[in-house]
């Protein structure tokens, strides 16, 4: 799979629909694609992921000094702290967090084109450099 937003996200945010707001609260969180999770378009929800397929989702981080320029979304880069669980990381998404993994719903999802991805999480801090261009553009 390439890098995709998710098509019920956007379809929803031309509807203005709750949790779609990338100006809310935006996580970043990884997942497994090695043995577990599998993009679909039809995912809407955090709890589409899996348990198994999304090893960092109770301490997935926060995007800070998000900006919007041109279409373009941009955040400051992300650091997970002692990242473990899976067994071999192949994907970021993120996704607008409502507090809910029912109602937390799937923005993006990048396989693409990503440096040091995959990998197999040591326990170790991973760093996420976001491109010097911006997350995506719509």
Do not use: C
């Given at each position: 799979?390439?890098?995709?937003?998710?098509?019920?996200?956007?379809?929803?945010?031309?509807?203005?629909?709750?949790?779609?707001?990338?100006?809310?609260?935006?996580?970043?969180?990884?997942?497994?694609i090695s043995s577990a999770y599998t993009?679909?378009?039809?995912?809407?929800?955090?709890?589409?992921?899996?348990?198994?397929?999304?090893?960092?989702?109770?301490?997935?981080?926060?995007?800070?000094?998000?900006?919007?320029?041109n279409g373009t979304f941009d955040a400051?880069?992300?650091?997970?702290?002692?990242?473990?669980?899976?067994?071999?990381?192949?994907?970021?998404?993120?996704?607008?967090?409502?507090?809910?993994?029912?109602?937390?719903?799937?923005?993006?999802?990048?396989?693409?084109?990503?440096?040091?991805?995959?990998?197999?999480?040591?326990?170790?801090?991973?760093?996420?450099?976001?491109?010097?261009?911006?997350?995506?553009?719509?």
């Amino acid at each position: 799979m390439a890098n995709a937003l998710y098509p019920i996200w956007k379809q929803e945010v031309m509807q203005a629909t709750s949790n779609t707001s990338l100006g809310g609260t935006v996580k970043q969180t990884f997942v497994d694609i090695s043995s577990a999770y599998t993009y679909s378009g039809a995912h809407e929800f955090v709890d589409d992921l899996g348990a198994n397929d999304n090893p960092n989702y109770g301490s997935a981080v926060s995007l800070a000094s998000k900006t919007f320029a041109n279409g373009t979304f941009d955040a400051a880069d992300t650091t997970t702290t002692a990242l473990s669980g899976a067994n071999e990381v192949g994907a970021i998404v993120l996704y607008v967090d409502s507090g809910s993994e029912a109602t937390s719903r799937l923005a993006l999802y990048l396989d693409t084109s990503i440096a040091g991805m995959p990998f197999t999480p040591s326990g170790g801090d991973v760093t996420v450099q976001w491109n010097a261009s911006g997350i995506f553009t719509l």
